[in-house]
């Protein structure tokens, strides 16, 4: 059974940085790709960061660009998400998702076969 499970979330103020890690099990892991997806109140699902099965390529919304780092250890089965210089508008719950395939197009939803719980990330002074 494929579990994924969120971690690192919490209230930050503007300008500070978080982790996220993702322990993922069930599944072989160094397979397929991983995103980072949010969701912020009163929106809709929006796609962060995904990262292929290699590690090798990466995508981030425009709007993390510089301040997102996503990368994953293939040993500790554990997809990670740094994010730095926070703002208010990154308050979302921060969800992790493995795509159905090793390769990735992060605006193809359908293709997110398994989801975490989330983790709430709180950006406030």
């Known amino acids: 059974e494929v579990h994924l499970v969120e971690s690192g979330g919490g209230l930050v103020q503007p300008g500070g940085s978080l982790r996220l890690s993702c322990a993922a099990s069930?599944?072989?892991?160094?397979?397929?790709?991983m995103l980072w997806v949010r969701q912020a109140p009163g929106k809709g699902l929006e796609w962060v960061s995904g990262?292929?099965?290699?590690?090798?390529?990466?995508i981030y919304l425009d709007s993390v660009k510089g301040r997102f780092n996503i990368s994953r250890d293939d040993a500790k089965n554990t997809l990670y998400l740094q994010m730095d210089s926070l703002k208010p508008e990154d308050t979302a719950v921060y969800y992790c998702?493995?795509?159905?395939?090793?390769?990735?197009?992060?605006?193809?939803?359908?293709?997110?076969?398994?989801w975490g719980q989330g983790t709430q990330v709180t950006v406030s002074s």
């Open positions: 990262i292929d099965n290699s590690g090798s390529y990466t």
């Open positions: 069930g599944f072989t892991f160094s397979s397929y790709a």
């Open positions: 998702a493995k795509y159905r395939f090793m390769m990735l197009n992060p605006g193809e939803m359908s293709n997110y076969d398994y």
